[in-house]
């Protein structure tokens, strides 16, 4: 369903940084469409961390950064700290059969 | 600041209709500036972006789940509504409602606040 791929899971150790892809295609991130990233943490609601692909969410941390190119995005996640461990998801438009919301298949962030 | 919160029944029996509301505070759903949309994740899977409405009433849903679901608004009653017919179990699900934030006129927005979510199990 997801037409956005992030890696299953990413892993490091506390003070350590860590990158979250985030891959697309020509309808989606490919054609120019902002991305924004969100953290679930366990039971709770999704929050924004990242929006129009580099600008932070009032109230997150410098820590979290988000870039693109082309079909791809990513989130850099700095300075990592125990309860930054969470799911992290993409998000874009994607134009295909008539436009849609997508999200990305989701990475798990372990800190070691 | 907008708060969201989602309310229905928990727990819904296979071939029947998911009915789902959200209620705004903090905010109105008829400000004509936001889109307001329904978001779920089956256990163990994806965030997946049901649809959404404006104010109007203008829709717009994922085409996998537009045959199933019906997105509604009651500026009355301050809440937007999610109705999904013919259930089955891989409807299961955490459910969320949220505002679509951004220009109005980009297709691209993000979502920002979010509802705490409700559980919903498809099972007899």
């Known amino acids: 369903q997801s037409v956005l791929t992030q890696p299953p899971s990413v892993s490091g150790a506390p003070g350590q940084k860590v990158t979250i892809s985030c891959t697309g295609s020509s309808s989606n991130l490919g054609a120019g469409y902002g991305v924004h990233w969100y953290q679930v943490l366990p039971g709770t609601a999704p929050k924004l961390l990242i929006f129009d692909n580099t600008n932070r969410h009032s109230g997150v941390p410098d820590r979290f950064s988000g870039s693109r190119s082309g079909t791809s995005a990513s989130l850099a996640i700095t300075g990592l700290q125990a309860d930054d461990e969470a799911e992290y998801y993409c998000q874009s438009y994607d134009s295909s059969l008539s436009g849609s919301h997508v999200f990305g298949t989701g990475t798990k962030v372990t800190v070691l | 600041q907008v708060q969201l919160q989602e309310s229905g029944p928990g727990l819904v029996q296979p071939s029947q209709t998911l009915s789902l509301s959200c209620t705004v505070s903090?905010?109105?759903?008829?400000?004509?500036?936001?889109?307001w949309s329904w978001i779920r994740r089956p256990a163990g899977k994806a965030l997946e972006w049901i649809g959404r409405?404006?104010?109007?009433?203008?829709?717009k849903y994922n085409p996998s789940l537009k045959s199933r679901v019906t997105i509604s608004v009651d500026t009355s009653r301050n809440q937007f509504s999610l109705k999904m017919i013919s259930v089955t179990a891989t409807d299961t699900a955490m459910y969320y409602c949220?505002?679509?934030?951004?220009?109005?006129?980009?297709?691209?927005?993000?979502?920002?606040?979010w509802g705490q979510g409700i559980l919903v199990t498809v099972s007899s």
């Open positions: 949220a505002r679509d934030l951004g220009p109005v006129i980009n297709p691209d927005n993000w979502f920002e606040p």
């Open positions: 409405i404006f104010a109007n009433g203008d829709t």
């Open positions: 903090g905010g109105f759903v008829s400000s004509g500036n936001y889109y």
